[in-house]
């Protein structure tokens, strides 16, 4: 999608291991948020960020990291990799926290085998 | 937990029919927005009402809101192959977490 990008866009890990997953964008907009979807249980916030170094946690936030140095890129850790973590991985930006909608990546495929 | 509950889960039509979808939520909204997702791709914007609206369109969409029954429908009029997805309501809620997504309604239309 126009202005993010999400990488890498498959991965397969082991359990157990710590795996980064990254969020770029170019269009200079304050939120950014990762999501998990999964069968039967639609889209499922983790984390969100609300300005560089200002984050906070989302419904699903057990297990799970980020980090945003800079406004253009917000990262996902998997910090010890388990198979309940196999998911596809959405990270969506908004310029403002009400009144806009929100701009999604392509997303990431994880398999944690 | 979700917020939205979308109705039905899945919907077949034939290309030309108009598909209507529903959404319910739970507590009080600032806006409650509708997505598009295509197989295997991400989340498309569609239309954002705001909780004072009561109508809105955009094309061949037309959304609805009833805040005192706490619902929205989506329409999409004389459907087309293309229209088959995923359609996904969201509400932002009148605090300030971010948007809150249903489980979705599957919509195949054959042609």
Known sequence: ?113 | SQQGEEDPQALSIQEGENATMNCSYKTSINNLQWYRQNSGRGLVHLILIRSNEREKHSGRLRVTLDTSKKSSSLLITASRAADTASYFCATLNSGNTPLVFGKGTRLSVIA
């Not at chain 1, 170019?26 to 990762?34: Q, S």
């Not at chain 1, 297990?63 to 198979?83: H, I, M, N, Q, W």
């Open chain 1, 1 to 113: 999608d126009a202005g993010i990008t999400q990488s890498p866009r498959h991965k397969v890990t082991e359990t157990g291991t710590p795996v980064t997953l990254r969020c770029h964008q170019t269009e200079n907009h304050r939120y950014m948020y990762w999501y998990r979807q999964d069968p039967g249980h639609g889209l499922r916030l983790i984390h969100y960020s609300y300005g560089v170094k200002d984050t906070d946690k989302g419904e699903v936030s057990d297990g799970y990291s980020v980090s945003r140095s800079k406004t253009e890129d917000f990262l996902l850790t998997l910090e010890s990799a388990t198979s309940s973590q196999t998911s596809v991985y959405f990270c969506a930006i908004s310029p403002s926290h009400k009144g806009y909608g929100y701009t999604f990546g392509s997303g990431t495929r994880l398999t944690v085998v």
